[in-house]
């Protein structure tokens, strides 16, 4: 009771119950004992003795009880989790919050982060994290950083000049672009970088590429290197953080974006695809109409038959409405009809506590997308994602997303350039051999392809 009345006290300028309740359920994602022994011995092979070292988000502290320090500071937000710690001598935990904490002096930042993406953090975390960063650093992190960026962050600024920070965070913060201020500021700096990347089974839970980070202020010479985690737990050194020694596939930046008639854009998230967009089954049993309540849309091309290269009403019946997909899109651009009003009045509250849908005046009112010409999924295994002329005018919903601005007598010529490209050493993993092509990297290769081939007219 105490320890809820604590955590209550500690997150009540964070948002609403339901947003911090999403965030803690997020964040509680133990590390393996042998990751923690992997993240001590690199900090063994660099440092011969350790005077303080602070952890961020300790959770039960047991990177506390593996390795060599003289005094250990663990802060975590849950005090459940430290009540029931069993810590070794100099080890402490601290039911705080981690941007609480104004320490700029440790020896070493070790731990493992919070994954929480940033559509699910709390507003007022966000704020309270990002001003105290500025504050103590000048960075501003992008708004689509992730929780562990923060907390990454927070562990450069928290040690001491000829520190160093050894953390378990994903891998693909090598090449984000939503993590390009972090890796500014590392630059900057002239710090050593070493990412190990590992296996993608080492956490069950959390479907991200993980690796041990470390970045070594001590050495300054501005080095960085890229490491690979065999099956027999070796690493092979990478040549560049995509693994090929051409390296990652080009970001477009806005500016080269906007100015082509050709882009692509991210598929709609819409808040929760569980209710907003409805499968056949579902559609018919709530009585909606066609083009009236709904439109067709494509959330996945997972199930599509690969020979398929145009979303045609046949393939839509076939493949997507009559195989149970996700395939309906609730229109949000006109008064909801009595049937339409009637189905958003009967889904229970607890089917929409997302941020996105609790930060909106109405919980459903999305903008609605425009009709893209194809359709392509980010995410994929082989040479290139799947790619389908769009003939039906279905919209590109959460993982899918769409190339906008190619004329009606180009779309299939695009749509087999695009294919004809092979990704395979050019993209960064991203979680068990699935590799996903970034917005911005896709809009390299239309500016490319477009160049080639003239645009929408
Ligand atoms: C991924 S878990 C890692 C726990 C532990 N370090 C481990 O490696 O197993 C992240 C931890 O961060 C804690 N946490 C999240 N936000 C926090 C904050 N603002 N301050 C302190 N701890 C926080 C969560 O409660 C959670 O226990």
Request: hydrophobic content about 35%; proline content about 4%.
């Amino acid at each position: 009771m105490d320890e809820d009345l604590s955590l209550n006290r500690l997150t009540e300028g964070w948002g609403s119950p339901e947003s911090v309740e999403l965030y803690l359920d997020r964040c509680q994602v133990d590390t393996p004992s042998k990751i923690v022994a992997a993240v001590w011995a690199h900090i063994r092979e660099r440092r011969a003795s350790v005077d303080t070292v602070v952890d961020f988000g300790a959770g039960d502290g047991r990177f506390a009880r593996q390795g060599q320090y003289k005094r250990y500071i663990g802060y975590e937000i849950d005090a459940t989790r430290c009540a029931t710690a069993s810590l070794p001598r100099g080890a402490t935990l601290l039911p705080q919050c981690a941007f609480s904490a104004k320490i700029d002096d440790a020896d070493i930042c070790v731990g493992n982060p919070p994954y929480v993406r940033n559509q699910d953090l709390p507003e007022g975390w966000r704020q309270e994290a990002a001003a105290c960063l500025v504050e103590r650093t000048g960075v501003k992190l992008s708004g689509l950083a992730n929780a562990w960026q923060y907390f990454f962050l927070l562990g450069l600024a928290s040690t001491k000049p000829d520190g160093l920070v050894a953390i378990v965070i994903p891998y693909e913060w090598v090449s984000r672009p939503s993590a390009q201020a972090l890796r500014n500021f590392i630059r900057q700096n002239g710090w050593d970088v070493r990412v190990y990347r590992l296996l993608d089974d080492t956490f069950n839970r959390v479907l991200t590429t993980s690796s041990i980070t470390i970045v070594d202020k001590r050495e300054g010479s501005g080095r960085w290197a890229f490491f690979e985690e065999g099956g027999d737990g070796s690493f092979r050194v990478l040549q560049t953080e995509a693994g090929s020694d051409r390296g990652v596939l080009k970001y477009s930046t806005r500016r080269e974006s906007s100015a082509s008639a050709v882009r692509a854009k991210r598929g709609l998230s819409p808040g929760t695809q569980e209710v907003l967009t409805l499968t056949e089954g579902e559609r018919v049993r709530s009585g909606l109409v066609v083009d009236t309540d709904v439109v067709p849309c494509v959330t996945s091309l997972r199930g599509l038959d690969p020979t398929r290269t145009v979303l045609s009403e046949k393939v839509f019946n076939d493949q997507f409405r009559l195989a149970g997909a996700k395939c309906w899109l609730i229109r949000t651009d006109r008064k909801p009809s009595t049937r339409l009003k009637a189905y958003l009045d009967s889904i229970p509250s607890d089917k929409y506590q997302t941020s996105t849908c609790l930060n909106r005046e109405c919980w459903w009112g999305f903008t609605m997308p425009d009709t893209p010409a194809l359709l392509v999924a980010t995410g994929f295994r082989g040479a290139f994602p799947k790619v389908v002329v769009n003939s039906i005018g279905a919209r590109a919903v959460g993982s899918v997303c769409g190339i906008y601005g190619v004329s009606q007598k180009k779309r299939g010529s695009v749509a087999a350039a695009l294919r004809a490209l092979d990704l395979t050493e050019y993209i960064v993993p991203h979680s068990n051999g699935l590799k996903k092509i970034e917005i911005n990297q896709l809009n390299t290769l239309l500016n490319t392809i477009a160049g080639e081939k003239g645009s929408s007219k």
